[in-house]
């Protein structure tokens, strides 16, 4: 048997609904923030989706916020097809696409913080960015108090690009 090869392309307004289902799977056991479908919606040119054939296996987003801050989100992987590195291919085509888009930084709020690290993230001081603890942290499936917080496992970590 064959093995396929699965590619990374921006994300079609038809991959919505995937992304939406995949997300919320995930957000049952991890620290992912569940989403909407007209939230995908409204910025889904702002995601990337990993494909077998015509199955989302994987997918990652970014969102800017005020200030030009923008945060890489929705790094998921269907647990059928991790430690595949499709994660990591996520990871590289989204900073791709944030660099060429005019920005020289990004942040993430994860746990999965060795992977990001293999990027150059470095740890950063969470009040550089309030808004994001204001605005997603009471939507996290954890729903801790933010990362100061001892149940939230999450580090804030930035790039410049």
């Known amino acids: 048997m064959k093995k396929k090869n699965i590619i990374i392309k921006p994300s079609k307004v038809k991959n919505i609904k995937d992304i939406v289902d995949l997300i919320a799977e995930v957000s049952l056991n991890a620290s992912v923030i569940k989403r909407s479908y007209n939230q995908i919606f409204k910025k889904y040119k702002n995601y990337l989706v990993a494909l077998d054939g015509e199955k989302v296996v994987g997918t990652i987003g970014f969102k800017i916020w005020p200030n030009s801050h923008i945060e890489i989100i929705s790094l998921v992987v269907d647990k059928h097809y991790r430690g595949k590195r499709i994660g990591t291919r996520l990871i590289e085509e989204i900073i791709k696409i944030i660099k ?25 001081d969470i009040k550089i960015f309030p808004q994001k603890i204001l605005n997603d942290c009471k939507y996290c499936p954890r729903n801790a108090g933010g990362p100061n917080d001892p149940k939230c496992n999450e580090k804030m970590l930035r790039l410049n690009i």
């Open 100 to 124: 060429k888009r005019g920005y020289n930084s990004t942040f993430v709020l994860t746990d999965a913080v060795s992977l990001f690290k293999k990027f150059g993230f470095a740890g950063v």
